[in-house]
Structure formats: structure tokens, C-alpha cells
């Protein structure tokens, strides 16, 4: 992969003190953009691989997740 796409990943924003550790956000994630922390939580290890599908955001259950920045429309 070119660099320039290399620096265009989605920006991923994770609120670990909202998180509780359920780890759907990890199982859900087609892309595996997620590793889990051995509390559950996730670390974001690949954002390059982001597809912005925002099953991720979805799902979780406790909104700690934030797919895309502020173009989300959120912060
Ligand atoms: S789905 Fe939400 S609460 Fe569950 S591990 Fe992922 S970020 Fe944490
Ligand atoms: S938006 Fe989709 S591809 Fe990106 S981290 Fe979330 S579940 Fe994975």
C-alpha cells in the first residue's frame, strides 16, 4: 500500500472509561481492526483496515465507541 493511503485510517476513539470490557466490539468488527486487552477491552490495532462500516459504534453497548471524528457529526 502506497503511504498516502497508509495515512488516511479512520480516526477511532475508544472511551475506556465508559467500556466495560464485553469485547462485542472486537467479535463484530469484520475487519479485525480491534485486539483485546487481556481486562476485554479493545485496543485499536489496525485503523488502516477501517472500513467505516460503524458496526463497531453500533453495537456497543455502552456508546464508547466513535467511528470518524467530528465528520461523524459527533465528538
Ligand atoms: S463493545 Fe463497547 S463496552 Fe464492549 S468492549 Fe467494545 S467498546 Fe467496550
Ligand atoms: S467501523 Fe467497522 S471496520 Fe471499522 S473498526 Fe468498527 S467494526 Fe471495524
Redesign the pocket.
Known amino acids: 500500500m502506497k503511504k498516502e493511503e497508509k495515512e488516511k485510517k479512520v480516526q477511532i476513539d475508544?472511551?475506556?472509561d465508559?467500556?466495560?470490557?464485553?469485547?462485542?466490539?472486537?467479535a463484530?468488527c469484520p475487519k479485525k481492526v480491534?485486539d483485546?486487552m487481556p481486562d476485554?477491552?479493545?485496543k485499536v490495532a489496525r485503523p488502516e483496515d477501517c472500513i467505516q462500516c460503524m458496526l463497531?459504534e453500533l453495537?456497543?453497548?455502552?456508546?464508547?465507541?466513535n467511528v470518524g471524528g467530528e465528520a461523524n457529526g459527533r465528538k
Open positions: 475508544v472511551n475506556l465508559w467500556c466495560k470490557g464485553c469485547g462485542i466490539c472486537v463484530f480491534y483485546r476485554g477491552k479493545p463497531c453495537r456497543c453497548p455502552d456508546f464508547a465507541i
